[in-house]
């Protein structure tokens, strides 16, 4: 019988959850998000590409001959080390986190600024 009288009291309290898809939550100020490169302000130093622990960012030339960074987003670790070693501040941390797909391709932003 306490069973019953503890569901009657949960179902008339305010619930404790999200519900996820249609309400977001707030990400902190700081959060580590998916990696924003603006090609405008790269100088194609390979910084970034070097200080990359899981190897998600790789330099290659673009159709104009200048180096640029290639990002794998299925490998990065989020942990900021490119954003950090950028002297143009070309790599930023956004606080987008919903990366989920099917479709491997979409995860590589090539120098042009297009997911393949």
Do not use: H, W
Request: some cysteine; aromatic content about 10%; hydrophobic content about 35%.
């Amino acid at each position: 019988m306490p069973i019953f009288g503890e569901a009657l009291r949960n179902a008339l309290q305010k619930r404790a959850t999200l519900l996820y898809p249609f309400e977001k939550r707030a990400v902190a100020e700081d959060y580590r998000g998916k990696v924003e490169i603006d090609y405008n302000l790269c100088i194609g130093c390979g910084l970034c590409a070097k200080d990359c622990p899981s190897s998600a960012i790789e330099l290659v030339l673009t159709s104009d001959n200048k180096k640029k960074p290639k990002y794998y987003i299925s490998r990065c670790t989020f942990c900021a080390q490119c954003a950090e070693s950028c002297p143009r501040k070309a790599i930023k941390m956004t606080p987008f986190y919903e990366l989920a797909t099917y479709n491997r391709k979409a995860e590589v932003v090539d120098p042009c600024g297009i997911s393949q």
